[in-house]
């Protein structure tokens, strides 16, 4: 079964990208966003401007204690992803994850 056991490490390592509907939400702080929201989503994927904000240590800005401080509202692809999946599409970031459990 899917499940979050809070290490806190996925949401340090990868970037996190809005979804169209998220980006021009408002609900979310961004990259970039000091400059304006970008008003073509496409053009915001190419540029990165619907990534996440994140700290200097590559840490979510939401990443509160190893906790994810908006849990309820987090973006789609922080609610599909799990550590201890069994789907082929996360074989990589996990073993990216174990990889940095093990240090
Ligand atoms: S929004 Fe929450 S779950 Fe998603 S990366 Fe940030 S802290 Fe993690």
């Known amino acids: 079964m899917d499940e ?14 809005l979804n169209e509907k998220e980006y021009f939400s408002g609900k979310f ?22 990534i996440l904000t ?8 939401y990443l509160k204690d190893k906790i994810c401080s908006i849990h309820k509202t987090r973006p789609q692809v922080c609610r599909g992803f799990f550590c201890n999946s ?3 599409q996360f ?9 940095v459990k093990q240090k």
């Open 91 to 99: 074989k990589d970031m996990i073993t990216q994850i174990n990889l």
């Open 29 to 50: 702080k961004t990259e970039f966003e000091e400059f304006g929201i970008v008003k073509d989503f496409l053009e915001a994927e190419m540029i990165g401007a619907n």
């Open 86 to 88: 069994e789907k082929e």
């Open 54 to 61: 994140r700290l200097e240590d590559g840490s979510c800005i």
């Open 4 to 17: 979050c056991n809070q290490s806190g490490v996925c949401c340090k390592l990868f970037a996190i990208n």
